[in-house]
């Protein structure tokens, strides 16, 4: 018989967490209600990004991470999307480029400044044009620079290359078209080689 101990091994077994003193939350930050049960916020080293609402199209906010407290109502927003936006996400490899998709059926990337945000961002460094209904999710690959993955509510996957001179891309380097329902959710294992997609239908 071999012996086996009576308490359970884990590497979290001492962590825990406090909350927060009041000076470093961050209050009045108005959020979405329209993002695909899916990411209405994105964090890097220096900034947090939050989808929030705009009239007249999608909009998020790009606030410094040390700047909290009460947020202006009169923070400047990004807002070039005609249609709600439904996810953000931060550039990997890059913590002043931040990843957006919209209801408007793009993907558009985000040049944020070093000196920040003074007045509203409305024009992307990249526009990506290729689905032809609402992209929900965007995920940026892990290893390998400047190639993002999109998918839309046309149940297609487009992989981008973004390293191009062009403003407006076209097409993407490839299409996967396997699924036959909209994906939910998607993520890349830590090397970039596998990605788990997870679909509405639950036979999938």
């Known amino acids: 018989m071999s012996w086996q101990p009576q308490y359970r091994c884990s590497k979290y077994r001492h962590v825990f967490g406090k909350p927060a003193n009041k000076e470093s939350c961050y209050d009045c930050v108005p959020?979405?209600?329209s993002v695909q049960d899916n990411h209405f916020c994105a964090v890097n080293p220096i900034f947090i990004a939050v989808v929030t609402?705009?009239?007249?199209g999608g909009a998020f906010l790009v606030i410094p991470i040390q700047q909290s407290g009460k947020l202006d109502p009169h923070h400047p927003k990004v807002c070039g999307h005609r249609g709600n936006v439904l996810d953000i996400k931060w550039n990997p490899f890059n913590d002043y480029v931040i990843a957006s998709c919209s209801e408007d059926a793009t993907v558009k990337i985000w040049d944020i400044p070093k000196h920040l945000l003074n007045k509203n961002l409305t024009n992307p460094s990249k526009e990506l044009l290729g689905h032809t209904r609402r992209?929900?999710?965007?995920e940026w690959h892990p290893t390998a620079s400047n190639i993002i993955f999109s998918t839309g509510y046309d149940y297609k996957i487009m992989i981008w290359n973004i390293d191009s001179d062009d403003p407006v891309i076209y097409s993407p380097v490839r299409?996967?078209?396997c699924h036959k329902d909209v994906i939910l959710s998607m993520s890349f294992n830590t090397d970039g080689s596998l990605l788990a997609t997870f679909l509405q239908r639950q036979d999938n």
């Open 31 to 33: 959020i979405t209600r």
């Open 53 to 56: 609402e705009c009239a007249g």
């Open 135 to 138: 992209v929900g999710l965007i």
């Open 175 to 177: 299409t996967i078209e």
